[in-house]
């Protein structure tokens, strides 16, 4: 399917087939040699919440950069792709397929990914295990609040609670978690299962930002303001801000964008302000644009170009 700016594929790739993508290029423009990819958002489908990861590989593709938004194995339209124990294996797998497809057909050969709240492990997996990987946005992820700003978070929550019309919904739940014996507790099966101590949750991304500062990938943290509140410096990061290795990383905390990006105007701050991010590694200093027209390779992967574009 071709539009004025992109031409979407729709795509089975990886072993057997088992995921599912549509991978969305410039229309008029080779593809570059970094594209971007974009995955679930936990169990969400691969277009994201309210489509943001559609709006965004517009944005991109008029923009010129290539991106491929794809399901993990297991979630969403793609089948399971493997049966390893390991929750962040199977997340890499899937990624590392993607990246595969993506080179076979865009000639790309580095990989910007942006990911959402539980997808933000996954992509900084995915950047430590492929050296294809040079750039992570990772929005709503890790964070790390001290006391002070854990107070200051609650605090105005339960000012701001009672007076929002989800809260007489929310207190009920919460009441059903802690004290209804019919309500379970158990957690799910597959990819949303596992938990892990705060602290060792903290220790495992202190190593890995690390190791990706250290390996010139470029980090991009980003932090709602639903979610968190409110923000003082560099707040969510916690001791980490104090670390030389951080102060390498992009830090914004997006005050008027919501967890879910469901207003108008949080999409339109997430799309330019991570669309711009990414356009940036894609065509820096050290990026050249390429601007000559040329056909994608690897067309017999595609799926009928008469499906919708999810």
């Excluded at 495992?204 to 990706?212: D, Y």
């Excluded at 990383?249 to 469901?262: K, L």
């Amino acid at each position: 399917m071709t539009t004025a700016r992109a031409t979407q594929t729709p795509m089975r790739f990886g072993p057997g087939e088992a995921l599912v993508g549509m991978l969305t290029a410039p229309a008029q423009q080779a593809p570059g040699g970094i594209a971007c990819l974009m995955f679930n958002m936990g169990a969400n489908h691969r277009v994201g919440p309210r489509r943001i990861n559609v709006k965004l590989a517009h944005v991109l593709a008029a923009r010129g950069v290539s991106s491929l938004r794809f399901d993990l194995g297991g979630v969403g339209d793609s089948d399971a792709l493997d049966t390893s124990p390991d929750l962040q294996a199977r997340a890499v797998h899937s990624l590392q397929a993607a990246m595969d497809i993506a080179e076979r057909m865009l000639g790309a050969r580095q990989f910007v990914i942006v990911a959402m709240c539980s997808g933000v492990e996954h992509a900084m997996s995915a950047a430590l295990a492929d050296a294809r990987v040079v750039a992570v946005s990772l929005f709503d992820g890790f964070a790390f609040p001290e006391r002070r700003a854990r107070w200051e978070r609650n605090l105005r929550r339960a000012l701001a609670a009672p007076a929002h019309p989800s809260f007489p919904g929310k207190a009920r739940r919460w009441l059903q978690r802690h004290f209804s014996r019919s309500h379970s507790t158990t957690a799910l099966p597959g990819f949303f299962a596992e938990k892990r101590a705060p602290e060792v949750n903290a220790a495992w991304f202190g190593t890995a930002l690390q190791s990706l500062v250290e390996r010139k990938v470029a980090v991009q943290l980003l932090y709602s303001g639903s979610l968190h509140v409110c923000d003082r410096g560099r707040d969510q990061l916690g001791a980490f801000a104090r670390l030389p290795y951080t102060q390498a990383v992009q830090y914004e905390f997006m005050g008027e964008v919501d967890h879910t990006v469901c207003t108008e105007k949080g999409q339109r701050l997430f799309l330019q302000c991570v669309g711009d991010w990414v356009t940036d590694r894609c065509f820096g200093a050290s990026t050249e644009r390429r601007s000559q027209s040329r056909p994608l390779a690897g067309a017999e992967h595609a799926m009928p170009t008469t499906w919708a574009a999810p």
